[in-house]
Nanobody, 130 residues
Framework: QVRLVESGGGLVQAGGSLRLSCAPSGRTSGDYAMAWFRQAPGKERDLVAATSWNGRNTYYADSVKGRFIISRDNAKTTVYLQMNSLRPEDTSVYYC???????????????????????WGQGTQVTVSS
């Protein structure tokens, strides 16, 4: 079992930036593809961005392309979401997710379905004011 902890959410004006971080709580083992999802009240949880274990391949939802950047540290334990040019419609709870992979044949793949991720963080609120 992996516990993920997100941080970096908050209140920001439209056009501003925030950087979210996600790291496992405590010692962990294994290798993971990672992603960020978001869920607004009354709406489904949607994929924002995903990254392969090695960080070489990434995916972005059309709504955030050119504004958000997903990255991970060299140790592959922490994943970030740099959010620029924020809009009121980006207001949501943002969740970090992790999927165990094998580096033998899975290092290059990202995953876009929420059901593919067995481990989730508790979420961090991002509010963008107009």
């Amino acid at each position: 079992q992996v516990r993920l902890v997100e941080s970096g959410g908050g209140l920001v004006q439209a056009g501003g930036s925030l950087r979210l971080s996600c790291a496992p709580s405590g010692r962990t083992s294994g290798d993971y593809a990672m992603a960020w999802f978001r869920q607004a009240p009354g709406k489904e949880r949607d994929l924002v961005a995903a990254t392969s274990w090695n960080g070489r391949n990434t995916y972005y939802a059309d709504s955030v392309k050119g504004r958000f950047i997903i990255s991970r540290d060299n140790a592959k334990t922490t994943v970030y979401l740099q959010m620029n040019s924020l809009r009121p419609e980006d207001t949501s709870v943002y969740y970090c997710a992790a999927k165990p992979i094998s580096t033998i044949d899975g290092a290059d793949y990202y995953y876009t379905g929420a059901v593919q991720y067995p481990f989730w963080g508790q979420g961090t609120q991002v509010t963008v004011s107009s």
